[in-house]
């Protein structure tokens, strides 16, 4: 078995106001839209808590396969300004084993649902 190591770390500028960002980002069906997990894979929501102190509970990964759940726990909310979160993948960092994954996937990944979320606030769908 082989196990390679490594850290998903980017940053996505987006030219739009803040409280179109917001939106995107507070409303279930918002994310369901722009969320992208990637061809062959879904993306399902356990629980969407938009409130301070609250959590969403959030599963992706390939149709059929081992499922990814990320978590974020909302520490403050501004409306129309700023949100404050915890998260299980803020930072990612893993462990891939057999090359049946890989830091590039998960960067590509994280790259592709933001861009779609660039797409989605410029009134389109991704």
């Not at 959030?58 to 726990?73: D, L």
């Not at 403050?76 to 993948?89: A, F, M, N, Q």
């Not at 803020?90 to 057999?98: K, N, P, S």
């Not at 990944?109 to 606030?121: H, I, P, T, V």
Request: charged content about 25%; some cysteine; glycine content about 14%.
């Amino acid at each position: 078995m082989s196990i390679i190591g490594g850290t998903v770390d980017l940053t996505k500028d987006l030219d739009r106001p803040a409280d179109a960002v917001f939106a995107a980002w507070s409303r279930e069906e918002a994310q369901r839209a722009w969320s992208d997990p990637g061809e062959g894979w879904e993306l399902s929501f356990d629980q969407f808590q938009f409130a301070v102190g609250e959590t969403d509970v959030c599963r992706f990964g390939p149709a059929g396969g081992q499922q990814y759940i990320n978590e974020n726990r909302y520490l403050e909310i501004e409306p129309g300004k700023r949100i404050v979160y915890s998260t299980s993948l803020l930072i990612e960092q893993g462990l891939y084993f057999d090359g049946q994954d890989d830091v590039e996937g998960h960067r590509s990944g994280w790259e592709s649902m933001l861009g779609a979320l660039g797409k989605y606030l410029d009134g389109g769908r991704p």
